[in-house]
């Protein structure tokens, strides 16, 4: 077997590129996290992990890379990682679904509680040193829509449906989950304001594509339920910021559970950050303590698919962007 080349996106110093140690002898492996750190493996690489690049320099390092056949992401997400010469292009591109859903559907539940608890309310009576009693809902009955019912919608739905959930879902092609279990029922994409309509909580787990950019807005606030709840764990562009937080602000929605934002870190002084119905996460509710192990593992897993000729995990579909 001739000799593979793989081209590491990363500072060098990153500690998972320790875990490349594994891979076989016959593997050349080059990190950096400039364009000239790639100047001699380029030319004959035959893979590129984008560990953690911008989009720039991935851009410039396959401009470099005539004979790649495969490249991975580290992300689940690909808004980020696109361009349109390797959209184009035959190379297969691979992410990490199903690294992350785990955590998402357990931070989704977490913020589920949050409201229906009031958990809020409990840690304010006890910083105050109050003994204020009041109502709590049960989650259980209550309906929860998924829009995106992808890996990590399904992790939500199942961990939705352990509780006594009505768990509704929404994606492109209903048809491939008619069986599953977890879920009522499996809407069309042309069927979002029922969904709305229905849902006590409404997750946003959809991919961000140019037609998922901004399908919450003003009028699908006015769609949901004075007393329903916003969680939002796909991306901030999927939600029309200003229309959430005049939604928030006005009580047309209960709350909003946010682990994205437009802009990233969140501004000092946004107004999402003034009021008391929104729970804030900085992007980081996938961030377990070993969630990069488990992204390089993954890796190392679909490389000796790679080797051996086999087809490889996550492949995803470049012109639809998932």
Same mark, same amino acid.
């Given at each position: ?34 364009? $000239? ?14 560990? @953690? ?19 991975? %992401? ?8 696109? !361009?349109?010469?390797?959209?184009? @292009? ?10 992350? %859903?785990?955590?998402?559907?357990? !931070?989704?539940?977490? +913020?589920?509680?949050?409201? +229906? ?24 009955? /209550?309906?929860?829509? =998924? ?10 739905? %199942?961990? +939705? ?15 491939? @989950? ?13 069927? #979002?304001? *029922? ?15 140019? #037609?998922? /950019?901004?399908? =919450? ?13 916003? =969680? ?17 602000? #006005?009580?047309? =929605?209960?709350?909003? +559970? ?15 950050? #003034?009021?008391?119905?929104? &729970? &804030? ?13 488990? $992204?390089?593992?993954?890796? &190392?897993?679909?490389?000796?698919? !790679?080797?051996?000729? *086999? ?12």
């Amino acid at each position: 077997m001739d000799d593979i080349t793989v081209m590491v996106l990363a500072h060098p110093a990153e500690p998972q590129l320790a875990m490349l140690e594994a891979l076989p002898a016959d593997t050349n492996v080059t990190a950096g996290d400039k364009p $000239a750190a790639f100047s001699r493996a380029a030319p004959a690489a035959d893979v590129i992990l984008n560990w @953690s690049a911008s989009l720039e320099l991935f851009e410039d390092v396959w401009r470099m890379s005539p004979r790649v056949r495969w490249v991975h %992401s580290r992300s689940a997400g690909l808004d980020g990682v696109l !361009f349109p010469s390797l959209i184009e @292009s035959p190379v297969p591109l691979t992410n990490s679904r199903g690294v992350f %859903s785990g955590p998402l559907g357990e !931070f989704v539940i977490g +913020a589920v509680m949050f409201f +229906a608890k009031d958990f809020r309310r409990m840690a304010l009576s006890h910083m105050r040193g109050v003994w204020d009693q009041f109502d709590i809902t049960e989650v259980a009955g /209550q309906t929860l829509g =998924i829009i995106g019912y992808g890996d990590i919608g399904r992790a939500v739905a %199942s961990r +939705a449906h352990a509780l006594g959930m009505k768990v509704v879902a929404l994606r492109r092609r209903p048809e491939l @989950s008619g069986d599953d279990p977890n879920v009522r029922e499996v809407l069309g994409a042309n069927q #979002k304001y *029922e969904l709305l309509a229905r849902s006590d909580y409404v997750v946003m787990v959809t991919p961000l594509t140019p #037609k998922t /950019q901004g399908m =919450i807005g003003k009028p699908e606030f006015a769609a949901m339920k004075p007393g329903a709840v916003l =969680i939002n764990i796909g991306r901030g562009l999927l939600v029309d910021e200003r229309a959430l937080v005049e939604a928030l602000e #006005k009580k047309r =929605i209960r709350g909003a +559970a946010l682990d994205v934002f437009d802009t990233e870190p969140l501004p000092a002084g946004h107004p999402l950050y #003034k009021l008391d119905n929104v &729970l &804030l996460s900085p992007h980081c509710a996938d961030h377990t303590p070993d969630w990069k192990e488990r $992204a390089m593992q993954f890796f &190392l897993e679909n490389f000796e698919r !790679f080797r051996r000729g *086999e087809p490889l995990l996550n492949v995803v579909n470049k012109k639809l962007g998932y």
